[in-house]
């Protein structure tokens, strides 16, 4: 089955521009709680993910060399310690199942490489559990 069934818009995804200072993602990040969002450039492309931790280290960093404060460093000079793969709109349902085991949440890009949107762990559970069910 195609993913786009499952597909939770890029309207409806908090998500982070890689322009945001430390701070301004901080502030994007706080009404939802999630532990992890997309990072996307300005011109819409997914560039990565970016975790809680990822938040916390770098305001480690930050405060031990104290050279710069979270009002002025980008998200993007940030390490990241994982990257989220993402797939291609056309992907199927089955395929990522695997990747589901490792990721809350799976980018979805388009021909282009534009973010769409992401499938949650939650609805690849779901499409299993109902996928089980016709058996």
């Given at each position: 089955?195609?993913?786009?069934?499952?597909?939770?818009?890029?309207?409806?995804?908090?998500?982070?521009?890689?322009?945001?200072?430390?701070?301004?993602?901080?502030?994007?990040?706080?009404?939802?709680?999630?532990?992890?969002?997309?990072?996307?450039?300005?011109?819409?492309?997914?560039?990565?993910?970016?975790?809680?931790?990822?938040?916390?280290?770098?305001?480690?960093?930050?405060?031990?060399?104290?050279?710069?404060?979270?009002?002025?460093?980008?998200?993007?000079?940030?390490?990241?310690?994982?990257?989220?793969?993402?797939?291609?709109?056309?992907?199927?349902?089955?395929?990522?199942?695997?990747?589901a085991m490792r990721?809350?949440?799976?980018?979805?890009?388009?021909?282009?490489?534009?973010?769409?949107?992401?499938?949650?762990?939650?609805?690849?559970?779901?499409?299993?559990?109902?996928?089980?069910?016709?058996?």
């Amino acid at each position: 089955m195609n993913i786009l069934f499952y597909l939770v818009p890029k309207n409806d995804v908090v998500f982070v521009y890689d322009d945001y200072t430390v701070a301004q993602t901080m502030e994007a990040m706080k009404p939802s709680r999630f532990m992890s969002v997309p990072i996307l450039n300005r011109k819409g492309k997914y560039v990565g993910s970016l975790t809680e931790g990822d938040l916390l280290w770098g305001l480690e960093e930050m405060r031990s060399t104290g050279r710069q404060t979270p009002e002025q460093v980008p998200v993007r000079q940030l390490k990241r310690n994982r990257h989220n793969e993402p797939v291609n709109i056309n992907c199927d349902m089955e395929d990522l199942i695997p990747t589901a085991m490792r990721q809350n949440y799976i980018p979805v890009i388009d021909d282009e490489g534009i973010f769409i949107g992401i499938v949650t762990r939650k609805s690849i559970m779901t499409y299993v559990a109902e996928q089980a069910g016709k058996k």
